[in-house]
């Protein structure tokens, strides 16, 4: 069955600091992916970031990084030179593919505060 | 209407009453989601679609049901509503070719 994991409730980083949070997942499909969600104070569910599981390289989307490390099933979010406004709820997510059964499903979620 | 859209925004419901939450994309998306979202928890899966005219339970589906009678629109039905039940209620949709779910703006439902 799938699940996602996000051990860390919440996080404290000093701005322009670089920080990760944590995902693991564990799944019995070959093929799957992973997704990262920002939600701000305001409530909306905001798309950040994307990996598929036979993607070779860690996705990229501007500040945000995917460390992707398929063999320890852990999919963790990398937030370079953090800003005031990445303040927010983070959540982690997973879709098997190859299910005929496209559930998403998501991580309880970290809450990041950034430091000025 | 653009994108995906939730109503009522925000309900106060008693308890025992049902109720029908409301979600329409425009967007033509096969996949269709209905998420709660408590404290602490994250958010869980209640129900999802994959295609007009089927269903399937997520997570936490008791006390929940949902139909898909076109592309278009997924309500989420209370049948007799508990105050376990208050949480905020997000519907998403993903397309065939898309990697990531679209998210309405959310249903914050009290019962009481």
């Known amino acids: 069955a799938q699940k996602i994991t996000q051990t860390q409730p919440g996080m404290f980083v000093q701005e322009k600091e670089a920080v990760t949070l944590d995902c693991t997942y564990d799944t019995s499909d070959p093929s799957y992916g992973l997704f990262w969600y920002k939600q701000p104070s305001s409530g909306e569910m905001i798309f950040l970031i994307y990996q598929g599981s036979y993607d070779q390289q860690n996705a990229t989307e501007g500040r945000y990084s995917l460390n992707f490390q398929k063999a320890r099933k852990s999919a963790n979010l990398v937030i370079s030179a953090s800003q005031l406004g990445d303040s927010a709820m983070y959540f982690c997510a997973m879709r098997e593919s190859y299910s005929s059964a496209s559930k998403i499903i998501f991580g309880s979620g970290t809450r990041l505060s950034i430091r000025p | 209407i653009a994108g995906i859209t939730q109503a009522p925004t925000s309900q106060i419901l008693a308890a025992g009453r049902r109720m029908t939450l409301r979600c329409t994309q425009d967007?033509?998306?096969?996949?269709m989601y209905w998420y709660r979202q408590d404290l602490g928890l994250g958010l869980r899966l209640i129900h999802y679609s994959n295609t007009a005219g089927t269903t399937g339970k997520g997570e936490v589906p008791d006390g929940y049901s949902v139909s898909r009678a076109n592309t278009d629109d997924f309500p989420l039905t209370l049948a007799s509503a508990v105050p376990s039940q208050t949480s905020v209620y997000f519907c998403?949709?993903?397309?065939?070719?898309?990697?990531?779910?679209?998210f309405g703006q959310g249903t914050r439902l009290t019962v009481v």
């Open positions: 998403a949709s993903r397309g065939r070719e898309d990697t990531e779910a679209f």
């Open positions: 967007m033509r998306h096969n996949a």
